[in-house]
């Protein structure tokens, strides 16, 4: 038999994500309903260094899910790359009884929290990062949101890019992987997608669709660039322009995905994930990755969760091609 679990602590780390509330107050939720209290530690590993830390409770978590952005803060910390940053986290731990710990961000927090697992420590990790760059999840929290806001904020561009005649250039963020960039583009049309993953030539995806646009009556054209597209989108519009006369915009949407309202997607996933991830640490599960597969939630090992890059959805890739042409 399993010894009871205490108390656990929560910390959000690395970049933040719509949903990540929804976490919190599942995992607060469903362990204080069993008796294991819960620890909130402010400004992910740094305040778990340094000792910045809140006790949570049922009522304390009232009204955050609405709520963008994450009630503990969020940083991203030097230290914790280091055996002694690594060891000082432990000491926490040990220090204030949290015998087990749910790391909510992206796959720099869960090396993290595999690092604290190594010293001995329980840890679980929730995927929250609009980059849906973990492998072995179909979906993180917070790539929903980020899609809806991206898709709102081009559609009103196109308004008046469209009035206007004007190529769109619009950087989507999502840093080296292009799903992101995949799902905004398909959703609002676009007449190219230019992603990390994809080599292609320039002339052929870009310069010819926009030059037989035209010459069929259109007068828009809608350029998605992702963040870690190697050209840039300053690079591409100054292209276009250069090679087809017409007048090319950038928008770069930047922080502006990060933010706002979960979606509904965003807050069900949150919680559900949240309490998977409360129940694994309260059975003394060590080491494991909350998922969502084929629309189950589940875990899967941490380091075999973490071991491969996430491939591009080819299928969509393939639907965005054909549409496009
Ligand atoms: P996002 O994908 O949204 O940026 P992330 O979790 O991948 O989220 P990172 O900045 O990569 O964001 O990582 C967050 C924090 O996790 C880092 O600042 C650092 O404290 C810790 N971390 C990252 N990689 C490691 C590692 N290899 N060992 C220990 N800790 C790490």
Redesign the pocket.
């Known amino acids: 038999m399993t010894q009871k679990i205490n108390r656990i602590g929560v910390l959000t780390?690395?970049?933040?994500?719509p949903g990540m509330n929804a976490v919190v107050r599942a995992i607060v939720r469903k362990a204080t309903a069993q008796g294991v209290s819960v620890l909130g530690i402010r400004r992910?590993?740094?305040g778990l260094i340094g000792g910045d830390i809140i006790e949570l409770t049922s009522r304390g978590v009232d009204g955050v899910l609405p709520r963008g952005g994450t009630m503990l803060y969020t940083?991203?910390?030097?230290?914790?790359?280091s055996d002694t940053?690594?060891e000082k986290a432990v000491q926490t731990c040990r220090h204030m009884g949290i015998e087990g710990l749910a790391v909510i961000?992206?796959?720099?927090?869960?090396?993290?929290a595999?690092?604290l697992a190594r010293r001995g420590l329980a840890t679980v990790g929730v995927p929250?990062?609009?980059?849906n760059?973990i492998v072995c999840t179909d979906y993180t929290i917070g790539f929903d949101t980020a899609c809806n806001t991206a898709v709102d904020a081009i559609d009103k561009l196109r308004d008046t890019m469209q009035s206007h005649e004007r190529c769109s250039v619009v950087e989507v963020m999502g840093?080296d992987a292009g799903h992101l960039a995949l799902h905004v583009g398909v959703a609002v049309g676009a007449t190219c997608i230019l992603l990390p993953e994809k080599e292609v030539d320039f002339h052929k995806v870009v310069i010819e669709p926009i030059r037989m646009g035209r010459l069929s009556g259109r007068h828009h054209h809608m350029l998605i660039v992702a963040e870690g597209h190697g050209k840039g989108a300053q690079a591409v519009a100054e292209r276009v322009e250069a090679e087809t006369g017409i007048e090319a915009r950038v928008t770069i949407l930047g922080h502006i995905q990060r933010g706002g309202t979960p979606s509904a997607m965003d807050r069900v996933l949150g919680t559900q994930m949240g309490c998977h991830a409360a129940g694994l640490l309260i059975a003394g599960e060590r080491s494991r990755l909350v998922i969502k597969q084929d629309g189950c939630v589940m875990s899967c090992d941490m380091e075999e969760g973490l071991a491969q890059r996430k491939c591009l959805d080819q299928d969509l890739f393939a639907a965005a091609v054909a549409v496009a042409t």
């Open positions: 780390s690395g970049g933040d994500a992910g590993y740094s940083a991203r910390c030097e230290e914790m790359l940053g690594q961000g992206g796959d720099g927090s869960f090396r993290g595999l690092a929250a990062t609009i980059d760059d840093r």
